[in-house]
């Protein structure tokens, strides 16, 4: 009887315990992909399913460098993903201020490097929750999925399934060169990082129900490069019904309103590609292919590797294209928007009016009149204040006419400066948004206040809102409006949140001709 009774309490404790931490068996971690079986991890918050570095293509090493992604292999048996993958190759900095080492790679990279990580609270496949697909910057020399400020576990707790994904970067990821082009069935070189991007759209379509993710609801966002690469996503046939909605964070209508470039560029990218084979000593491709990635990244040529207009990704025809709805914005002390990464410019109204004459030429006496500082201590906040007039108008410019191909748009300004009383001269810089987008403020060691938990409780939700609906919109947030020709507004996010002019009509009148110029 007494050893009955002993059975019947530990049945009872291992089905007790599986009704209270079901999330701990086996099972529950593993799911069916394409290629095989996955076993992740439970994320900090065990309601949270993490899948690391799976493949989404195959390694593109040996006679696939400078190759088209190819499809990656199958795997018998249950490959563990709970490991993140090494960035793809090259040359690591640890941290360049204003960006911590929360904001850059640590660890190890590698010519094998196209994998993703997915995040997701979906309790069973089939539950059709939105997809976010994160594709992060880096000026397309240097980046990954692994980068601590992307965590994606507090917007997978919002309802969403997030994605990271790795793409080749530098000269792995953009050589052009003639020879590549003729071996090319495509007769195309060069953007082997965006058709990386483009292989992990497709396998995302084809895989993220296994996840509890919506294949037919698929948002794409990034920053800096990474935005440079939503946005030509959204103009490459290639993409075409891989994703419904993006989001743009400081990347094109920052500087201009202009969205791509014109020309022969795949002529003047393989020029480029030719110098830098002859540089390295190479012969042919084949003497490429056999450098190691380190030696084809010495050197500060790497960094001219972009992408191009390659009449494969990126056709070279201008025929406008129907896109998908938008939002896009930057923040307050962006790059060409009031930050300054370098030593500052003299602070003194001689130096000012004559940056101001060569600058505007004809328009400098309008520039002055309207900017014009009282003594020399105006002139580093008019600097301030006229880029980012400048930046907000260029943006509603780009607006009103991606409007006409995305239908909706929305535009925001970001404000709010990470408190840092180390460093109070980076304001709200390049990349400053992020930790509050992805809501992940405790990564990193800094005072924050109560009204820095509450933006990023606020931006995150419009992000993931935008991401299950196509409006950012939700309750107890600030109204955001969609963009509109009639209204030179844009939403300001930060302590303040709600529309706010894109400047001073005068202003607005005046940046409008200047940028109609450029």
Known sequence: MQRRFGVFISLTIIILGVALFPSCGRNNLELRVEQGLLSGALGADPSIRV????PFAAPPVGELRWKEPRPPESWTGVRPADTFSPACSQNLAGSRLPWTEEYMHQGETDEDCLYLNIWTGAEAEGEKRPVMVYIYGGGFSEGSNTVAVYDGEALARKGVVLVGINYRVGPLGFLAHPELTQESENRSSGNYGLLDQVAALQWIHDNIAAFGGDPGQVTLFGQSAGAMSVAYLMQSPLAEGLFTRAIIHSGPGLFSP?????GNALVSAEQAGTNFAEAKGAATIADLRAMSPETLLEGPATARFSP???NRFLPADDRVRSQVPVMN????DDMGAGGSLGP???AKIAAYEKEARQRYRERAKTFLSLYRPDSDMDVPDLRKESARDRARVSLYLWAAEQTKVSGQVFTYYFDRAIP???HPEFGAFHSGELPYV??????FDRPWEAIDRTVAEQVSSYWTNFAKTGNPNGPDLPEWTPFSSTATTTMQLGARMGAMPVADRDKVAFWKEVLSGD
């Open 329 to 332: 914005g930057f923040t307050a």
């Open 438 to 443: 992805f809501n992940n403020l405790h990564i």
């Open 420 to 422: 840092w009383p180390e």
């Open 308 to 310: 191009i207009l390659d």
């Open 51 to 54: 899948y690391k570095g799976i």
């Open 344 to 346: 500052p410019p003299e």
């Open 258 to 262: 202009g969205q791509r470039d014109s």
